[in-house]
């Protein structure tokens, strides 16, 4: 997996519910596109997305062969506590990529 973006407002007031955007380069291969030399392509797709809030899972997603390259989601959040959130995408292979970043509630 690429370079992942990820953008978190810094700060926040309590309560207050703010947009969270993730995307993460990758081509999402869906195992149906042929080969030159015959055959196809093996399947590479992000199987699931999760953000965790200081432990805690609050955004999950299964994602599918359909979603496109480079997928980009969006979900809002109640700001409770000044905390991490860490972002995790998972292919078929099993390799995990984690990015994290802090936000700042008063």
């Given at each position: ?38 055959g196809f392509a ?65």
């Open positions: 997996m690429s370079r992942a973006l990820v953008s978190v407002p810094p700060r926040a007031r309590k309560g207050e519910v703010v947009e969270i955007r993730a995307m993460i380069q990758h081509e999402m291969e869906t195992g149906f596109r042929p080969l030159p030399q015959g093996p399947r590479l797709i992000l199987r699931r997305f999760e953000c965790d809030y200081d432990g805690a899972t609050v955004f999950a997603a299964d994602l599918h062969p359909a979603i496109s390259a480079n997928p980009y989601i969006a979900f809002r959040l109640r700001a409770t506590r000044s905390g991490e959130l860490v972002f995790r995408w998972i292919d078929d292979r099993g390799a995990v990529r984690e990015e994290r970043a802090a936000i700042e509630v008063a």
